[in-house]
């Protein structure tokens, strides 16, 4: 097998050895599957409408979706919790390496998993390969009717038919408060600001920050008993933890 | 058919109107490359850079948003009116005749920016400002122009020729300054 020092390539970070930057925690247990999450995200993200007849195909494009399962038989089904899922920005992410056009990246300074819009040619392997299943892809150039294009967030591209895109943990929030904090001479502290889903969530269900300070409230959090890292066993190294039935 | 053409594009006659059509073409699109390379019409279209700036105005007076902020921000009519209400050439200068229109119809200038990255770039002033980077760098001398152009192309090589000589040894800046995260999300 050819390796990328082989083919003197610049070393390209795909696998990290340690627990990330940022993460989050998901409370399955007070989750109430109201969707204030993926509504919140949308309008975050400058995310597109795809409409009926598309979202019949299944291209709804969504970068946090609830999850629902059913248990038993009929007719004694039992609906399990409900399940936010998003891109767990994988430390060893799968759609990293299969990206002929290296648009998917791993940001060595963040530790998140990052899609170039710029770079991406929309060969849609990433979103192939991914097990969680949480890219989503323009299909079409969608309208936004107006009035809607003057609630975009400026602050983060308006992506257009042909790109591939998923959640990047609000990175432009990330960002925001970093420069602020190194404008006013001080670290960003914990609880400072929040993704847009875990800001909306009406129960707290969604809990967001830094997972490599023990004292945030995320590791906290993340440290009690019983949570679990979803398709553990492919390695991923995912950094959004779940609790479920404690 | 297709010979009868050739044929008669072969004689002199067809030769030369080939030759015009071909002129045409290309002068159309030199002419198109032009106007991409203007500098736009502003609405006060002669706005003299120089002279504000040889008062001593500090260029954060009327960009104010560049030690702050993403954006440096165009000053709006009130920032100038409040000079040029107490100047008498605000009265009778041509120049300022677009100012004094917008006051007094309450309209606002609706400056149209030069210096510009496409929108899948985040570019930030207040980090460059604050990493004590002085805005001629990137602008040029502003205390020599009228009418705001772009001295250059504002493209990602520049950017990161910049950026990977600001981090120098410094390899955590240097990661940060290249992370493709750091300008496209």
């Not at chain 1, 969504?62 to 920005?89: A, D, L, S």
């Not at chain 1, 990293?96 to 998917?104: I, K």
């Not at chain 2, 030759?19 to 390379?37: P, R």
């Not at chain 2, 260029?59 to 560049?66: T, V």
Request: aromatic share 8%; proline share 6%.
């Amino acid at each position: 097998m050819t390796t990328s020092s082989e083919l003197n390539m610049p070393e390209i970070a795909m696998a990290e050895k340690e627990a990330g930057k940022w993460g989050m925690v998901i409370d399955q247990d007070i989750c109430t599957g109201c969707q204030a999450c993926v509504a919140a995200c949308a309008m975050e993200n400058n995310i597109a409408f795809v409409g009926e007849e598309d979202s019949g195909y299944g291209r709804a494009m969504h970068w946090i979706r609830i999850e629902r399962f059913w248990e038993g038989e009929y007719p004694e089904v039992k609906m399990t919790n409900q399940q936010p899922m998003m891109c767990q920005q994988c430390g060893s992410a799968p759609c990293e390496p299969v990206c002929p056009a290296f648009a998917t990246v791993h940001s060595m300074a963040e530790s998140l998993n990052l899609q170039v819009y710029n770079r991406c040619v929309g060969t849609r392997y990433c979103a192939n390969n991914c097990p969680y299943q949480v890219r989503a892809f323009n299909w079409r150039d969608y309208k936004r009717p107006e009035p809607l294009p003057n609630q975009l967030n400026p602050d983060v591209t308006v992506r257009r038919v042909g790109v591939m895109e998923k959640c990047t943990f609000c990175i432009q929030r990330i960002f925001k408060a970093q420069d602020q904090a190194k404008a006013e001479g001080r670290e960003v502290m914990d609880g400072e600001f929040t993704t847009a889903c875990a800001q909306a969530c009406p129960a707290s269900a969604i809990v967001f920050g830094r997972v490599d300070d023990p004292q945030s409230l995320v590791s906290q959090l993340k440290e009690r008993s019983g949570g679990k890292t979803h398709l553990k066993e492919l390695g991923t190294l995912p950094n959004v933890t779940y609790f479920n039935g404690g | 058919m297709i010979k009868k053409i050739f044929d008669w594009l072969k004689q002199p006659l067809g030769l030369i109107a080939v030759g015009i059509v071909f002129l045409a073409v290309f002068s159309a699109a030199a002419y198109g490359i032009y106007l991409t390379q203007q500098a736009p019409e502003q609405p006060v279209p002669e706005f003299p850079h120089q002279t504000h700036v040889a008062f001593g105005i500090q260029c954060l007076y009327c960009h104010p948003g560049a030690s702050k902020g993403p954006a440096a921000g165009l000053p709006s009519q009130s920032k100038c009116w409040a000079c040029h209400n107490q100047i008498q050439k605000t009265v009778d200068s041509a120049k300022l005749a677009p100012l004094k229109d917008a006051v007094i119809n309450g309209e606002s200038l609706e400056w149209i920016p030069v210096a510009i990255v496409p929108d899948f770039v985040q570019f930030n002033h207040r980090a460059h400002i604050a990493a004590g980077r002085n805005c001629e760098e990137c602008h040029g001398d502003m205390s020599k122009v009228t009418i705001a152009e772009n001295p250059q192309v504002m493209n990602m090589g520049w950017c990161l020729d910049c950026h990977i000589e600001a981090a120098g040894e410094d390899q955590e800046k240097l990661i940060k300054l290249s992370d493709c995260g750091t300008c496209h999300y």
